[in-house]
């Protein structure tokens, strides 16, 4: 099955840094690879993703780069905001039918 | 916007007793799932469900659990015998396309406290 390895595990910055959280995978068939956000007691929600015939995509202060060669992919937040304090989550689809497997997630602590 | 409603919120029951969680899907979606995350560890997938069988499931999910579509609207997950292990905040989700991956839209959770 696949395998989906994350780093780093927490990471502090101050507002107005980037982050840049990245991402392993194993399965060479995996072609999706969503990043979701989660604050504390709510409900994970998809803030970005990525297909693997692309290999950048962008939204405003976020961005994702994907490396298929390499099997990996970050995800980059510029301007980082207090607000953007959460835990993050990337994922990887090798079965076409959004069964995601997800890494274990970074804390992300936006200091003022 | 619609979103994907789950109940109960929260859940407490002893070991060994049955729990139904209840998931109403996004309307028009045609794949559901149930995730579940352990306290401060990553969410992780239990089981699909489209065309009112399960398309896949992992090995977490076994003999003691089960899903159901019992109606139009409704996606469950039963426990037979919980477990103390089976703590976890469980996550259902839904998905609108067919054959292609889409974006899951989860609900707020349901967290399940076992005794």
Not at chain 1, 1 to 24: M, R, Y
Not at chain 1, 58 to 78: E, G, M, P, W, Y
Not at chain 2, 67 to 89: C, H, Y
Request: hydrophobic fraction near 30%; aromatic fraction near 12%.
């Amino acid at each position: 099955g696949e395998n989906v390895e994350q780093h780093p595990s927490t990471l502090s910055v101050q507002e107005g840094d980037s982050a840049v959280i990245k991402c392993t995978y194993s399965d060479s068939a995996s072609n999706y690879f969503p990043w979701y956000k989660q604050e504390l007691g709510k409900r994970p929600q998809l803030i970005i993703d990525i297909r693997s015939n692309v290999g950048e995509k962008k939204d405003q202060r976020i961005a994702v780069t994907l490396n298929k060669t390499a099997k990996h992919f970050s995800l980059h937040i510029t301007e980082t905001q207090p607000e953007d304090s959460a835990v993050y989550f990337c994922a990887a689809d090798n079965s076409g039918y959004s069964t995601l497997t997800f890494g274990k997630g970074t804390m992300l602590l936006v200091s003022p | 916007e619609p979103e994907v409603t789950q109940t109960p919120s929260h859940q407490v029951t002893q070991m060994g007793q049955e729990v139904i969680l209840r998931c109403v899907p996004i309307s028009n979606h045609l794949y559901f799932y149930w995730y579940r995350q352990i306290l401060g560890q990553k969410v992780e997938f239990l089981v699909s469900f489209y065309n009112n069988e399960i398309s896949e499931k992992s090995e977490i999910f076994d003999d003691q659990f089960s899903v159901e579509r019992p109606d139009g609207s409704n996606f469950t997950l039963k426990i037979r015998s919980t477990k103390l292990e089976d703590s976890a905040m469980y996550f259902c989700a839904s998905s609108e396309t067919s054959g292609n991956t889409g974006e899951l839209f989860f609900g707020e959770g349901s967290r399940l406290t076992v005794l």
